[in-house]
């Protein structure tokens, strides 16, 4: 496999690199330092110094350019060696090392590691997450997935699973009648599910505080491709009108690390009336942790544990009627490979 | 290699399979899963859902059947997918797992991974187990062995290596000139050793109570293919007949996990007349323990290491006449895979 | 990639075999037990019985011989088989293992492992390490890298590196201006660095005991193929002769475990002039191996990490004057294992 590389990629909390210090990940199975320069923008070069290969992050930061640790090769923020304190100190022209484009957006740090420097207007919106946007936040969430980002796509795209994988915390059987709705936007999937006269699931109830009333309620999920996420989930009073959006906002973002390993950010946008205590607030993101990282994620490890190194068609999956949005994701993205590497098409 | 599928192995005690609850192991590299239905009946299912390969151990039972636990697909004890809760709750013709044929004896449950059902009458005989027997027994010993079935095989056909494995615990140095015949009957190998005028081996002792007095000693090892053993051992006061069966039997059981890992299951039957206080029965168990889990064990890991991935006849091993039992054996197995895969053979 | 086998390696310390035990390691990708003969001298053998490839260090030390755990073989210092314990006894032909000359020297245990039994006195010269030597010894140093030996050898050839990896300990900024000569004696590099009027470095002035002074320093180190090294290192008052040699030398010499992992032994010869406490002897040491396990090791296993499995000129290394040394010393080991292949050299 491949990966799709037109495309910005959440490569961390912005928050995550630090003024005066490293920060280093795999991403799309390439190395990749981040520092920030003295005036605090973030930069993403190859993180191997083409010397020796040594991993620059090993090394030491030197203003705004970054020092090998082995021999003290000096890089500029375009990756381009401008300092070799030994002998004439000549600098050979093939001493650098590849910068990617970065651009901060909604407290994450985005990539572009594909051909050209990106436009960062193609960069998902997620404005839900500024402060101005009136909506309480929950940021900085991260699990580290041990499968392919396409079975984490499907996790989060066809949100069935919740009654079972979990159940009292994000669903309930009550949701398994949901009347579920695929629909394209451009090259959005959305994926809407609607449940009338349901009772709240716990974690939900946190935030609608209907205690044991029936709501009617939505959970509807927009797929960015190639793997960014969009949940528009509420309720209101049983009868109500299907549509009423801008309740609540789930973001999923994922980022390939490797073929089988996958980062996965993640943060949400509460109603601004929606009071919570302290105590209620680390409650909720607790068990949205768990839900994620004891629920999710050993389903999730176990399924590519289960795949091994197969491909995903090859193994014959049975299609059930919830599959119908991960499968036109799963062709959207093929495509959107295909394209890439005819030289044709870059992901917007 | 390929393993020789028609035959009945032990995948696991049967205690080991509690009502209510999920037991799953890997046999001949495949995933199984085991539960009892709600009268008790044992069932094998293939512990991967077809929808998106979770294995179904990570799910719940229903009465009956088993829930995936990620979407909730039910599968009955025949491996049919009977429940499908989503949309229409139309069901997939290929939706079902593979359901494999299990019969429990002698406390052990016996699994067929081969064509067709199995025929139970085929399921070696170790009514010595049985308390009708009048043997005291010692059952549910397991060890995990990093090395292929044939080489542990090997380990138990051939006991020549008990005098310098096991000096003091199971073989004494003047066992090494045991009189050896290796012998057939119809599908089995049979490799006797005779030691006349012997003093008996510590655990031994334990059950013969010869105080330091010598003994005439037999170790008769049965292989029943493709890897049930059973060990008639005993003494008697020397100067006796040479065949004097039936004094203590020795239970010892494979089932190939992968090709480099084995599960090994063993028992003993020890004469009823043997009386040893809760302690000594505790001790027996004990060393018993030690010798196959810190004497065998760590050999056959260790040579399972050094053939790596290699061919056992490629590495060209030194033949000795000890090797005659063993040698024998691969050559039945490799026969029974042959006519295996020409479809022309099951396993008796 | 292959190694060089016609060449002597250090094996181990010597202390590292004990009377009445056994040593084994892997080394060139072959694994070798050691021990001792009654009369203290030592042997080295294919750690591999042919029976059924156990390990011998597994079994037991018998007078000169070594008998295996499993079956009893028992083999002697030249390979041997020189006892089947079983049946009629008859040794088969094959029933051998490989016996590989070794020689004490220095303190340290060489291995040949090439063709023929390799000439003694083609082991390099480490005299200051014997007593008459006058010097004081600092030996018995061993790290395990995690990377190519020749990857560690262009860290030991280049000492460029110790103003950056090693700054306080071994090196300093003001090093990096070292004139810097590549000379070839024979099959010998050396690479010879002069630092004049420089301040010393934390760990050579526990040596030196300059307390701030400046000096002239030199660092020249020697290469003797395949894999061993002297330094020659000292200071004098400024202004001096460019050479004075003599003053402590360290020694480091690289023994290949595996195509990706490295014995290194090392050890010094300080000036008898140098008076140590014991503490001060203790801090000395303990700072060396900190620059060496906590410094050199990480960067040399991150640096094969890198590589992976990839070959070291596909990676395309933009070379320095600094590497001046390094790539002979590749070219060098190049020629050497195509001569070998051709079957037309030996390593002197």
Redesign the interface.
């Known amino acids: 496999m491949a990966f799709i590389t037109n495309a910005w990629y959440v490569a961390c909390w912005a928050a995550q690199v630090k003024p005066g210090e490293m920060f280093h990940r795999t991403l799309l199975d390439q190395?990749v330092v981040f520092y920030r320069k003295q005036n605090g923008e973030a930069v993403a070069l190859q993180d191997?110094c083409?010397?020796?290969?040594?991993?620059l992050h090993?090394?030491n930061l030197r203003g705004d350019r970054i020092?090998?640790?082995?021999?003290?090769?000096q890089f500029d923020c375009s990756g381009k060696?401008v300092k070799?304190?030994?002998?004439?100190g000549?600098i050979?022209a093939?001493?650098k090392v590849r910068s990617y484009p970065v651009h901060e957006k909604h407290g994450m740090l985005w990539i572009w590691m594909g051909e050209g420097v990106g436009d960062p207007a193609q960069i998902p919106d997620y404005s839900v997450l500024e402060p101005e946007s009136g909506y309480r936040t929950s940021t900085g969430g991260y699990i580290h997935i041990n499968a392919n980002y396409e079975?984490m796509a499907?996790n989060l795209l066809d949100l069935?699973?919740i009654?079972?994988?979990h159940d009292g915390l994000l669903g309930s059987p009550e949701q398994?009648g949901a009347d579920?709705e695929v629909k394209e936007e451009g090259s959005h999937i959305i994926c809407n599910r609607w449940m009338p006269n349901v009772s709240v699931p716990g974690i939900f109830d946190m935030l609608y505080k209907r205690d044991g009333r029936h709501v009617d309620m939505w959970t509807n999920m927009r797929w960015i491709p190639p793997s960014s996420f969009i949940l528009d989930s509420g309720v209101h009073a049983p009868g109500g009108q299907r549509e009423d959006k801008g309740w609540y906002f789930g973001v999923h973002i994922l980022t390939p690390e490797t073929e089988r390993t996958t980062h996965y950010h993640f943060a949400a946008a509460l109603p601004s009336g929606t009071a919570m205590t302290t105590e209620e607030a680390a409650r909720y993101a607790e068990l949205r942790r768990f839900a994620f990282e004891e629920q999710d994620k050993?389903?999730l490890d176990?399924?590519q544990a289960?795949?091994g190194e197969a491909n995903f068609w090859d193994?014959?999956?049975?299609?059930?009627?919830?599959d119908a949005g991960p499968v036109r994701m799963r062709r959207a993205l093929e495509r959107m490979l295909a394209a890439e590497r005819q030289g044709t098409a870059t992901t917007g």
């Open positions: 190395q191997r083409p010397h020796r290969f040594i991993p090993l090394g020092e090998c640790g082995y021999h003290g090769l060696c070799n304190p030994h002998g004439d000549k050979p093939a001493a079975l499907e069935s699973h009654t079972y994988l398994v579920q050993p389903m176990a399924q289960a795949l193994m014959k999956p049975v299609l059930l009627t919830v």
